[in-house]
């Protein structure tokens, strides 16, 4: 028989278990937060892009109406929220801010809108009241959606006024 001192230690005490199974736990916890984290903010940033999408899709649709106005005879009001007006298609368009829906004929085209201004330029690029020196129309959109705003703005040329 050896004597003690010869054989090797072939286990762990309880002690070292525990030590072991609590750095476990907290580096579980560390790398779980983190991803949870990655996670949200993957999915925060998806649907900011989704929104952004489809925002610049209805303002595209929406210029591509207001380009189609045949003649300053065709734009009935041409207010600061409001702007109604008929297309080179002969149907007729209104477009007016309602909380925060930007509205077509009275059915909602775009949500999350926070602010809609139309402005009005002459052929001088002069702000204008009036509907018949209407040559230019300038649109500044707010859209605040998934927790983020942001302005965008355009101007549109109807190819068929003078």
Known sequence: MLPL???????MTLIEVIIVIVLLGIVGAVGSYALQAGLESQV?????????????????KMTRQI???RSSADITTA???QLVFTGSDGNSYTYLLS???LLLN???FMTGVSSLTFSYLDENAA??????????????????????TYNIQTSIYPRNLP
């Open 79 to 81: 207010t600061s929220t």
């Open 5 to 11: 001192f010869l054989y090797k230690n072939k286990g």
């Open 44 to 60: 925060t940033n998806q649907s900011i892009i989704e929104a952004n999408w489809q925002t610049l899709n209805n303002l595209e």
């Open 127 to 148: 702000v204008t009241t009036t509907l018949a020196s209407i040559r230019y129309i300038n649109i500044a959109l707010t859209i605040s959606q998934n927790n983020a």
């Open 99 to 101: 909380g925060t829906n």
């Open 67 to 69: 380009r189609a106005i």
């Open 106 to 108: 009275g059915s909602t």
